[in-house]
């Protein structure tokens, strides 16, 4: 069984269209040795000469024209394809999205909905991940295409697109002392009362921890669970507070929402992603252009409300 390479079956064609091997071997990029020992070693194959060579070109015999014919068809074929293929390729993507809790609760699914309602080849992958580090290194590594964090915005390998903002809140049961100041709180004195600790996978509660050892306060920690939603619902029992980032709260909480009175309270939410990423997966870069459009309407919607 014969097997003809693509550049073989596109330089026949050229020598039949342009009458001459050089012309033809210079509109498929090829030297004319090389374009020479290529047709010689196709005939030899075929055991039939496809060209009559002359003084002045080459004219195309009868089983050269036989193979003309069926050769421009197989490379059509061939290139309908490579053109399908690649269609397939860009309407069958899916990404892979990693995403912290923060994110993950509030802003992100509606946004990440609204972009799959305009994209409705698209598929998507969504990973909760607890610890920035941990987000951050698979996205690094090619395991996530996207990740959503709240991250400082410097790790090797990885762009950074402001996404969102977001406050921590003091969530107080709503006879609490601290809901009855009617203002801000400051951290230190949330920590004089009783709190309920995230587990220390969860980045938030490092970052309560690194700020309680800073201001060298020891947390009167009742109890620690593994869910947002667990700790709002013992703080509406009474158990004692929490601290959680205002997105996540729910509108349905009974408890007391209060403003923590610290500089690190705000949240800036980030999309990072690979360079080569954004070169290979085009769907990408829609959505980051996507979600920060999002994020820019919010805090447009925002400003106009505030100002009414």
Not at 197 to 221: F, S
Request: glycine share 6%; hydrophobic share 45%.
């Amino acid at each position: 069984m014969f097997h003809f390479d693509d550049k073989d079956l596109k330089l026949v064609i050229a020598i039949d269209r342009c009458g001459n091997i050089s012309e033809a071997a210079e509109s498929v990029h090829l030297a004319v040795s090389s374009a020479s020992g290529r047709l010689a070693a196709t005939e030899s194959r075929l055991g039939v000469r496809l060209f009559e060579r002359r003084a002045h070109g080459v004219s195309t015999t009868p089983a050269g024209a036989a193979f003309v014919r069926r050769a421009r068809r197989m490379v059509l074929e061939a290139e309908a394809l490579v053109s399908e293929a690649e269609h397939l390729r860009r309407t069958n993507t899916t990404l892979r999205i990693a995403s912290n809790v923060n994110a993950m609760v509030s802003v992100l699914p509606a946004d990440l909905g609204r972009f799959m309602q305009a994209h409705p080849d698209l598929s998507v992958t969504l990973a909760q991940f607890s610890r920035a580090t941990e987000l951050l290194t698979n996205v690094a590594l090619g395991e996530s295409d996207i990740g959503v964090t709240a991250s400082a915005g410097d790790f090797a390998g990885l762009r950074f697109y402001p996404y969102d903002t977001d406050r921590l809140v003091v969530l107080a049961p709503v006879d609490h002392p601290l809901a009855r100041l009617g203002r801000a709180v400051r951290f230190a004195e949330a920590m004089t009362f009783d709190y309920i600790g995230l587990t220390p996978n969860y980045a938030l509660e490092q970052i309560v921890e690194e700020k309680a050892a800073e201001a060298g306060i020891a947390p009167r920690i009742r109890m620690r669970v593994g869910f947002y939603a667990s700790a709002r619902m013992l703080v509406t029992t009474g158990v004692g507070l929490t601290i959680q980032p205002r997105g996540c709260v729910q509108s349905d909480f009974t408890g007391a929402c209060i403003e923590l009175d610290e500089p690190w309270a705000l949240r800036e939410l980030k999309i990072c992603v690979r360079e080569s990423t954004l070169n290979d997966k085009p769907e990408a870069a829609a959505l980051i252009e996507a979600l920060t459009a999002a994020a820019r309407e919010r805090k447009s919607s925002s400003t106009t409300d505030g100002t009414q």
